[in-house]
């Protein structure tokens, strides 16, 4: 170990979303006292990733939001669409480089906040405060928010499945796009017995984001990615003649493997490494902002970081590891349940849901439309995978 540099009240380990959003919150409700230290390996200077989110109301970062759509769409594997309007909410996206450069300009002109190019190693906890190393030196802080703690993704007793995808932003010489409405699910891919569909982000008539999206427990090679948007774009766009403007590749974690929050008492974890991804989805950005929102304001009110109320209702872990149970089984076409999800709910029962924020009325509602025997299954299979690691 080498020899301590500074110590400070606040160091954020990771300024991706978690870290740069939780300086952003902390820095409007004031803290003017306090001195923070923000460390990640990388420069976050490329548009690296889009977040998209649902919201019913203007979240922490509506002046960077880059696109707002107030209707969505979802596409049968057979070509029957549903336009659904969004009622009270809107589905907005907002792009990671602008994320990045508005939180760099803010660090840059914020005295309380020293920024750190350097890669995290190790955490140790100490009484009363925790000790982080780094290749730049190490440091103590009062506390750390770590995002950048890997899930392991090894117990045997939970569900790992991996959604990846790889997204190419095109301009058409042709108007082929309908800029009001995205596209969450478009099941109009061959079928390979796994869950597979195109995401389509549109930015006008001519140019969009579009993504082959996986379900699935192992990556593809990088032909197979390419192959499989490639054909779909020629295949139902009725225009061969495109320019690819950018890439998009990513992999999130959808796994039921349980993520320890709060795993030392100064040590609370953040973003995908804090549980915030949801494990049904992937969608991660809406609960990053409602999470350190709680953390901030109990803090404000105790003195301690540490909410009362778990990040997720635990009914809701149940469901989510049910439908990834029901993916992962294959018992049933994965277009076959979203489809039935979107065709047969109000889609702001359907984000209540996701969100963890339904009553239990609105729950049996879902689970009535949605194929009993698959999910019944995947729900027996899920109790019994509990009890085994209870027992482990
Ligand atoms: C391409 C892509 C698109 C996505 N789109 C959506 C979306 O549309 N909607 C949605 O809700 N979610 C989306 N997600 C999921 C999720 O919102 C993002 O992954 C989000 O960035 C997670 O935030 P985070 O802070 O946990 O991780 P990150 O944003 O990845 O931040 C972690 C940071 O830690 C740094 N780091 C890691 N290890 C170290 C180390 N040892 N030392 C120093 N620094 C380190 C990294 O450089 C990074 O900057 C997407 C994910 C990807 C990959």
Redesign the pocket.
């Known amino acids: 170990m080498s020899e301590v540099r500074k110590k400070y009240d606040l160091i954020i380990?990771?300024?991706?979303?978690?870290?740069l959003s939780l300086l952003w919150q902390i820095r409007q409700a004031g803290f003017v006292d306090l001195q923070f230290l923000l460390?990640?390996?990388?420069e976050?200077r490329s548009n690296?990733?889009?977040?998209?989110?649902w919201e019913d109301q203007p979240g922490p970062f509506e002046h960077l939001v880059y696109r707002r759509w107030d209707h969505v769409r979802v596409t049968s594997s057979s070509g029957e669409v549903l336009t659904i309007p969004l009622r009270s909410y809107q589905y907005k996206m907002i792009r990671g480089i602008d994320l990045y450069t508005f939180m760099n300009d803010q660090i840059q002109a914020d005295p309380q906040t020293t920024r750190l190019h350097?890669?995290?190693q190790t955490v140790d906890p100490m009484d009363g405060a925790v000790r982080i190393q780094t290749d730049g030196g190490d440091f103590i802080g009062e506390t750390l928010f770590d995002?950048?703690h890997r899930m392991p993704l090894s117990d045997p007793n939970a569900i790992h499945l991996l959604q990846h995808f790889l997204g190419y932003v095109i301009r058409t010489s042709e108007p082929v796009f309908d800029p009001s409405s995205p596209e969450l699910m478009n099941f109009q891919v061959p079928d390979s017995g796994d869950c597979r569909f195109i995401y389509i982000l549109p930015l006008s008539e001519t140019e969009a984001l579009v993504e082959y999206t996986l379900f699935t427990e192992a990556l593809l090679s990088k032909e197979a990615y390419e192959a499989g948007l490639t054909s779909w774009i020629q295949t139902h766009l009725g225009s061969t003649d495109y320019q690819i403007l950018e890439r998009?590749f990513?992999?999130?974690p959808m796994s039921d493997e349980p993520v320890e929050e709060f795993p030392f008492s100064n040590v609370i974890r953040i973003?995908?490494?804090g549980g915030y991804?949801n494990p049904a989805t992937?969608?991660?950005?809406?609960t990053?902002q409602k999470r350190i929102a709680q953390l901030i304001a109990h803090y404000t009110t105790t003195g301690e970081w540490k909410p009362d109320a778990p990040l997720r209702e635990p009914r809701f872990n149940f469901y989510a590891s049910a439908l990834l149970g029901v993916l992962n089984q294959r018992r049933i076409p994965a277009a076959k349940v979203f489809w039935e999800l979107y065709r047969r709910n109000p889609i702001d029962r359907i984000f209540r849901f996701l969100d963890g924020e339904s009553n239990l009325q609105e729950e049996i509602r879902i689970m009535r439309s949605s194929p009993y025997l698959p999910f019944t299954a995947a729900g027996v299979k899920v109790l019994t995978n509990r009890i085994r690691r209870y027992l482990a």
């Open positions: 380990a990771g300024a991706g979303l978690a870290g460390i990640d390996q990388d976050k690296d990733r889009t977040w998209c989110f350097a890669s995290v995002s950048t998009e990513g992999v999130i973003g995908t490494a991804t992937g969608y991660t950005f809406r990053t």
